[in-house]
């Protein structure tokens, strides 16, 4: 992960914005004090906020896993599947 201090940050600030949203990769923001930051696109805040949500609830990875290792012929069809 690359990281930048807080006063270059400042002075890069739209430019660093444009590049965690186009390389998908977070950037450390550190300072003095020892209270470092990351900067990442909202995208993947959003992704890291719904797969949080998701294992909270129990047995969520366990039913993903079991799905991801369903063999096709043995899911429904989207005629199948009530919306």
Request: glycine share 6%; with cysteine.
């Amino acid at each position: 992960m690359t990281a930048i201090s807080a006063t270059r940050a400042r002075e890069n600030i739209y430019q660093l914005i444009s590049d965690v949203n186009t390389n998908c990769q977070p950037i450390t923001i550190t300072n003095n004090k020892g209270k470092n930051a990351v900067l990442i696109g909202e995208e993947d805040w959003r992704a890291i906020e719904e797969t949080l949500f998701l294992m909270s609830i129990p047995g969520m990875a366990e039913s993903i896993i079991k799905g991801g290792n369903t063999p096709l012929e043995e899911c429904l069809s989207e005629d199948e599947v009530d919306w």
